[in-house]
C-alpha cells in the first residue's frame, strides 16, 4: 500500500470516529487529489467547507480541482470565496489568475498575479505567470523583467529560461535566445519542446545543420511531436530534398490529420517532384480544413499551369483574385495563364496591378514589357526594361529587348548600344549579333556589320535570312558581304 492509500485510509478512520472532523475531511479531500481521484476529493472539500465555514483553503483547494476539470466558473468562484475569507490569500489569487489566463483575459489574469504579489512579494511562481500574460498581451518588456526578476533569485529556474529565451526569439534576438535554451537545455534535457525552439532560432540563423539535430533530439524525446517534423521538412524542402520533405510531412499529418499547413507544404513539395497528382490532392485538403487561405488555391493554379492545363489555370487563379484582389502571387500567376491563353490585356492588368501593390521583382516587370511590345507601346515597354535593367543589370533579355525597341523607334544609336551590351553578356545570341549588324550595314560601317553578321552565322542564324534582308541592301554589293554569304551557303 502505498504512502497515499495508507493516508486516506487513516484519514477515513478519524472521520468515521468523528463525522464532524472537518479538517481530517481536508486531508483526505488533498489524499484523494494527490491520488487523481478528483470526484472523491471535492466530495470531501465539500464537507470540510460545511464543517469548517471560516476556512480559506478548502475552497481554494476545490477550486485548483475545478479548474483542472475545466469547470472555470466554479473554479472562480471558490478563488473569490477563499479571497473573501482570507483577503491575503496569495494562492487563491495565483489561482485567479490561471483561470483568467486559459480564457485568455489576460489583464485579468496580470491584475490577479500583482495581487498575489502584494502579499507575497517572492511568489516566483506568481511572478512568472505574470510574466507569460504580459507576453500574451505584447508587453514584452514587463515580460522579460519578471522573468529577468526569477533568473536574479533563481539562474537556473528553467521555466523563467524559457520564456525568457521566447521572448528574446520573439525580438529576433537569436544568439540570446540560444543562450537561453541551451541554459535550459542544461538542465532539463528532456523538454521535446526546447529543442523544437532552439531549433527554430537556429533556423534563422542559417545553421542547418544544428538546426536538424535539434528536430531530431525532440523527436527522440517526443517521437510524435508534428511540429519537429513539421520543421524537419520544411528544412529538407530548403536543402531541395523534396522526398524527404514529404516523408517528414506525412508523419506530421499522422498525427494531426486535419492540418493545412501540412498539406499545403507537402502539396509543394510533391509539385516539385513533378508528383502532380499528389500536390492536387493536398492543395485540395489544404482548401478542405482552411478554405480562407488563398495559398492552396494558388498551389493548385500553378500545378494546373505547369501540366499545361491553362484554363484550370487560370480559373484557380481567378479564385483567389476574387475574395483576395491584393494577393500578388495569384495577380502574377493569373497574368501568366493569361498569356498562355493570348489573352493580353488581362495579362497587363494582372502584372499591372501586382506593381501597384508593391512587386517590384524584374521578372515582373520583363512579363509586362513584353506585353507592351506586342501592342506596341513602345515607349512604356522601355520604360519597363528600364526597371528590370535597375534592378537586374545583368538581364541579357532586357537589353535584348529594348534594343529592338529602341530600333523600331529609330533610335539607332540606343538600339547599338544596348545590342552590344546584350552580346557582351550573352556571347552567343546569334539574334543580337544579326540585329547589330543589321543596323550597322544601314549606317554603312561595313566591317563592323560583316563581322557581327559573321558571328551571328557562327551561332546558326539561317544564312538565307541574310541573304533577303533588306537591312542589308547598303552593303549588299560588297564583295565581303556576297563572299561570307557564299562561305555560310555551303554545304
Not at 483553503?57 to 485548483?64: E, I, L, Q, V
Not at 489568475?97 to 502584494?118: H, I, K, T
Request: glycine share 6%.
Amino acid at each position: 500500500m502505498s504512502d497515499n492509500e495508507q493516508d486516506i485510509v487513516r484519514y477515513t478512520v478519524a472521520i468515521q470516529a468523528n463525522p464532524t472532523d472537518g479538517e481530517a475531511y481536508y486531508d483526505r479531500g488533498n489524499a484523494y487529489a494527490e491520488a487523481g481521484r478528483y470526484e472523491a476529493a471535492i466530495a470531501d472539500y465539500d464537507e470540510a467547507i460545511r464543517l469548517l465555514p471560516t476556512e480559506g483553503d478548502p475552497y481554494y483547494r476545490r477550486g485548483n480541482l475545478y479548474r483542472r476539470l475545466g469547470d472555470y466558473e466554479q473554479a472562480l468562484a471558490d478563488y473569490t470565496a477563499a479571497i473573501r475569507l482570507d483577503p491575503e490569500h496569495s494562492r487563491a489569487c495565483v489561482g485567479q489568475g490561471n483561470v483568467y489566463f486559459q480564457q485568455e483575459q489576460y489583464a485579468e489574469a496580470v491584475a490577479a498575479y500583482s495581487r498575489a504579489l502584494r502579499f507575497d512579494p517572492h511568489y516566483i511562481s506568481a511572478v512568472y505567470n505574470r510574466g507569460k500574460a504580459y507576453a500574451e498581451m505584447g508587453q514584452d518588456q514587463l515580460a522579460l523583467a519578471d522573468f529577468e526578476a526569477i533568473l536574479q533569485v533563481e539562474p537556473d529556474d528553467v521555466a523563467a529560461l524559457y520564456g525568457r529565451a521566447n521572448l528574446k526569439a520573439k525580438q529576433e534576438d537569436y544568439t540570446g535566445a540560444l543562450a537561453d535554451y541551451t541554459a535550459a537545455i542544461r538542465l532539463d534535457p528532456d523538454d521535446a519542446v526546447v529543442y523544437l525552439n532552439r531549433a527554430r532560432c537556429y533556423v534563422a540563423l542559417d545553421e542547418i545543420d544544428q538546426a536538424l539535430a535539434d528536430y531530431n533530439e525532440a523527436l527522440r524525446r517526443k517521437p510524435r511531436e508534428s511540429r519537429a517534423f513539421t520543421g524537419r521538412a520544411l528544412l529538407h524542402y530548403q536543402l531541395g530534398d523534396f522526398a524527404a520533405a514529404v516523408a517528414d510531412l506525412s508523419e506530421a499529418l499522422a498525427i494531426k490529420p486535419d492540418e493545412a499547413d501540412s498539406y499545403l507544404s507537402r502539396g509543394l513539395a510533391h509539385y516539385h517532384l513533378e508528383n502532380y497528382d499528389e500536390a492536387l490532392a493536398d492543395y485540395a485538403k489544404a482548401i478542405r480544413y482552411n478554405a480562407r487561405d488563398p495559398r492552396a488555391a494558388l498551389g493548385r493554379g500553378l500545378t494546373f499551369n505547369r501540366q499545361g492545363d491553362y484554363q484550370r489555370d487560370w480559373v484557380y487563379f481567378y479564385q483567389v483574385v476574387r475574395p483576395y484582389d491584393k494577393f500578388i502571387p495569384a495577380l502574377i500567376g493569373r497574368g501568366d495563364a493569361a498569356v498562355a491563353l493570348g489573352d493580353v490585356e488581362p495579362a497587363l492588368a494582372g502584372y499591372s496591378q501586382a506593381i501597384r501593390l508593391g512587386a517590384n521583382d524584374a521578372s515582373l516587370f520583363l512579363k509586362r514589357a513584353n506585353l507592351l511590345m506586342q501592342q506596341g507601346d513602345l515607349t512604356q515597354a522601355v520604360a519597363d526594361y528600364d526597371e528590370v535593367i535597375l534592378r537586374d543589370p545583368s538581364n541579357a533579355t532586357a537589353y535584348y529587348n529594348r534594343a529592338t525597341a529602341y530600333h523600331q523607334q529609330g533610335q539607332t544609336e540606343a538600339a547599338l548600344a544596348d545590342y552590344r551590351t546584350a552580346t557582351e553578356l550573352n556571347p552567343n545570341d546569334g539574334s543580337a549579333l544579326y540585329n547589330m549588324a543589321c543596323l550597322l550595314a544601314g549606317r554603312r560601317e561595313v566591317t563592323e556589320a560583316l563581322t557581327c553578321l559573321q558571328q551571328a552565322l557562327e551561332t546558326g542564324i539561317d544564312v538565307g535570312q541574310a541573304q533577303t534582308d533588306p537591312d542589308f541592301e547598303p552593303i549588299r554589293a560588297d564583295e565581303r558581304f556576297q563572299i561570307l554569304i557564299k562561305q555560310f551557303s555551303s554545304p
